[in-house]
């Protein structure tokens, strides 16, 4: 997942699908060949909090976002009712947020508007929480200046979505994390033997939050 996101930030600052386009033209543009990017990170857990520091490590600004509120966060973050202010700090917002009822259709075109001018989507969350319609429309009205989509509502992507000829919008199959079996057969193994003795296990979900 971490490395999906650090590629498509990579890519968007250094304008490989402006490139790509240029190639295709024989056209050989060397102006301005990076945007300043500043990443804000929506979802702070494992998954997110890799992506930060990664990120960061990069020599990237990075921005965290969450529901509620963190002490001694190791980066700059903004929880729920800081939404507006945390959107005005970044131009490239990334959504690693888990699906709940408070997070479904979050990526909405009443968030988009309060972007700066331009901002680059990344959703490798949930489908859902992308109003779909809304992110053509942001598009349109430049709310937003590009996105890059690994998870839709409906999977596969049907032919006839938008999305495919849009060339504002870069789409991979959902593929941006891919279970390794080597990585989770261990942690399997773990809470087997954990539940055996009796001991607590290892990354419980809360049914009451959702994740």
């Keep these: 997942m971490t490395n999906y996101v650090i590629m498509g930030v990579l890519n968007y600052h250094r304008q490989f699908v402006r490139y790509q386009e240029d190639q295709q033209q024989a056209i050989w543009d060397m102006t301005s060949p990076e945007i300043p990017v500043k990443v804000?990170?929506?979802?702070?857990?494992?998954?997110?909090?890799?992506?930060?520091?990664?990120l960061n490590g990069l020599g990237f600004e990075v921005v965290g976002f969450g529901l509620s509120p963190k002490e001694d966060f190791r980066y700059l973050y903004f929880c729920k009712e800081q939404l507006k202010e945390f959107l005005s700090q970044v131009n490239v917002l990334v959504c690693l947020l888990p699906l709940t009822p408070d997070t479904e259709g979050i990526l909405n075109l009443q968030l988009f508007e309060k972007c700066q001018p331009g901002t680059y989507l990344i959703n490798v969350a949930r489908g859902k929480h992308l109003v779909e319609e809304d992110l053509l429309e942001a598009l349109n009205k430049g709310y937003l200046g590009g996105a890059l989509l690994d998870v839709y509502r409906v999977e596969p992507l049907p032919k006839s979505h938008p999305f495919w000829?849009?060339?504002?919008?870069?789409?991979?199959?959902?593929?941006?994390?891919?279970?390794?079996?080597?990585?989770?057969?261990?942690?399997?193994?773990?809470?087997?033997?954990?539940?055996?003795a009796g001991l607590p296990l290892l990354n419980l979900v809360s049914r009451t939050r959702g994740y």
Excluded at 40 to 54: H, R
Excluded at 165 to 181: C, D, F, G, L
């Design 40 to 54: 804000g990170v929506m979802g702070v857990g494992a998954l997110g909090g890799d992506v930060l520091d990664k």
């Design 165 to 196: 000829m849009e060339k504002r919008i870069q789409v991979t199959p959902h593929i941006a994390s891919v279970t390794n079996p080597k990585a989770a057969s261990p942690q399997i193994i773990e809470n087997y033997n954990r539940l055996k």
